[in-house]
């Protein structure tokens, strides 16, 4: 059971952190956690070089988060809301599975099994909605062979950290258990 993380938060003690932190102490089998900040990948440039070739143009390590998500049992997406979003930086990060959606038309093997997602959100207002984050999420998913099977969020940080967070923190823990599932 493999599970891929991506960090969409800047801040290594932020809130978003703490909440994947919780989910990983309830998971059972190995993951791989990617910070997207921390990695320097370029953006898709939209190239269309994977529409005719089996990989990407941009030469960077992308390769290997290809390999891993295609072994992947689950996917997590985990982010701050920015303007109701996914941050930028994820976002950009995720321009880069294009390849397997150019790939999807030709074969499955491509994106490997079929897997759970799990979408774990903060945000600092009151008045925030996971709405658009839940569906950006729920696009990348499709594109990953992955679908969506619970969003955990915490959405009051300003007020109320994600750590002190009881009901985020139960239904973060709540996700993983499914994870852990066959
Ligand atoms: C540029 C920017 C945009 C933000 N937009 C929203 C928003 O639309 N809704 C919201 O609830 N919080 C918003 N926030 C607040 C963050 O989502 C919130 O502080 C979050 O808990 C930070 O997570 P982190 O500590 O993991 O980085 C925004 C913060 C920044 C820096």
Do not use: V, W
């Given at each position: 059971m493999k599970t891929f993380i991506l960090n969409g938060s800047?801040?290594?003690?932020?809130?978003?952190?703490?909440l994947l932190d919780h989910f990983i102490s309830y998971l059972s089998e190995e993951y791989k956690l990617i910070r997207v900040y921390d990695s320097n990948l370029m953006p898709c440039m939209d190239c269309r070089y994977c529409q005719t070739?089996?990989?990407?143009?941009?030469?960077?390590?992308?390769?290997?988060?290809?390999?891993d998500v295609i072994e992947a049992d689950n996917i997590v997406l985990a982010s701050p809301l920015y303007f109701d979003e996914l941050t930028g930086a994820l976002l950009n990060f995720c321009s880069r599975?294009?390849?397997?959606?150019?790939?999807?038309?030709?074969?499955?093997?491509?994106?490997?099994?079929?897997k759970k997602g799990f979408l774990l959100l903060t945000g600092g207002g009151s008045s925030s909605s996971v709405h658009h984050a839940e569906e950006t999420a729920k696009l990348i998913f499709s594109m990953l062979h992955a679908e969506l099977v619970g969003t955990a969020y915490s959405l009051s940080t300003d007020t109320l950290p994600a750590k002190e967070d009881a009901f985020a923190l139960e239904s973060v823990k709540a996700l993983a258990l499914e994870a852990n599932k066959d």
């Open positions: 800047p801040r290594y003690h932020g809130n978003t952190a703490d070739h089996d990989g990407c143009a941009i030469p960077d390590e992308m390769k290997f988060y290809y390999r599975f294009q390849y397997f959606y150019q790939r999807r038309a030709t074969s499955s093997l491509y994106q490997g099994k079929k």
